[in-house]
T-cell receptor, first 111, second 110 residues
Framework: RKEVEQDPGPFNVPEGATVAFNCTYS??????FFWYRQDCRKEPKLLMS???SGNEDGRFTAQLNRASQYISLLIRDSKLSDSATYLC????????????FGSGTRLLVRP | ETGVTQSPTHLIKTRGQQVTLRCSSQ?????VSWYQQALGQGPQFIFQ???????GRGNFPPRFSGLQFPNYSSELNVNALELDDSALYLC?????????FGQGTRLTVV
C-alpha cells in the first residue's frame, strides 16, 4: 500500500460545481496534513494546512478523519482558475519532517 | 512568491555527466529539502538538510548528494547522470512542517 494515495482523476467539472477529492494515508502517527496546488510545469504551492479535524478557507474546506485515515478537500463554486493538480501531503511523522506526496488529482474546470 | 529561489531553471546534460543544482532558502528557514518530480508523479523526497547536516534521506542512490551552507542555502549534486534522472528538481525550505517550494530546476538527460 502506498503511503499516500489519491484518485488521479481527471475531474472534469463545469464552472460553479462543487467537487471533492479524497486522500488516504498509511501512517497513523501523522499529526499534520497539507493540500498543495500545482499548476502545469510549476512548483507546488501550499493551499491548506490541516492540524485538527478540518480547516476552511473561503471556497475550500479540508476535513480529516483520523479513524479512517483519510483527508478530503472540497471546492465549492469552482472557477476556471481552480484548474490544477491537487497534491495531498503527509509528513512522515518523525523528526525529519519528510513530506510524502500523493501522485495528485487533476481538476479541469470548464466554462 | 515564496522567497525560495533555484538555479538554473532549465538544464540539459548528457548521460554520465555530473550536475549541481542550487537553492536559496527563504529568510529565517534553517531546513532545506530536495525533491524529484517525474512527469505525472508527485514529488519524491531525496534528502533534507538542517543546520548544515543531512537530516533524513529518501530512497535515492549515493550518487545523489548534497550540501547546506552556513547561510542555509543548499546544493544538490548528481553524479553519473542517467536518462531516468530527467525530472523537475524542487527545493523546499521550512521552519516547521509547512514547506515552501522554489520554482524548480527542470533537468533533461540525453
Amino acid at each position: 500500500r502506498k503511503e499516500v494515495e489519491q484518485d488521479p482523476g481527471p475531474f472534469n467539472v463545469p464552472e460553479g460545481a462543487t467537487v471533492a477529492f479524497n486522500c488516504t494515508y498509511s501512517n497513523s502517527a501523522s499529526q499534520s496534513f497539507f493540500w498543495y496546488r500545482q499548476d502545469c510545469r510549476k512548483e507546488p504551492k501550499l493551499l491548506m494546512s490541516v492540524y485538527s479535524s478540518g480547516n476552511e478557507d473561503g471556497r475550500f474546506t479540508a476535513q480529516l478523519n483520523r479513524a479512517s485515515q483519510y483527508i478530503s478537500l472540497l471546492i465549492r463554486d469552482s472557477k476556471l482558475s481552480d484548474s490544477a493538480t491537487y497534491l495531498c501531503v503527509v509528513p512522515r511523522g518523525d523528526s525529519s519532517y519528510k513530506l510524502i506526496f500523493g501522485s495528485g488529482t487533476r481538476l479541469l474546470v470548464r466554462p | 512568491e515564496t522567497g525560495v529561489t533555484q538555479s538554473p531553471t532549465h538544464l540539459i546534460k548528457t548521460r554520465g555527466q555530473q550536475v549541481t543544482l542550487r537553492c536559496s532558502s527563504q529568510s529565517g528557514h534553517n531546513t532545506v529539502s530536495w525533491y524529484q518530480q517525474a512527469l505525472g508523479q508527485g514529488p519524491q523526497f531525496i534528502f533534507q538538510y538542517y543546520r548544515e547536516e543531512e537530516n533524513g534521506r529518501g530512497n535515492f542512490p549515493p550518487r545523489f548528494s548534497g550540501l547546506q551552507f552556513p547561510n542555509y542555502s543548499s546544493e544538490l549534486n548528481v553524479n553519473a547522470l542517467e536518462l531516468d534522472d530527467s525530472a523537475l528538481y524542487l527545493c523546499a525550505s521550512s521552519l516547521r512542517t509547512e514547506a515552501f517550494f522554489g520554482q524548480g530546476t527542470r533537468l533533461t538527460v540525453v
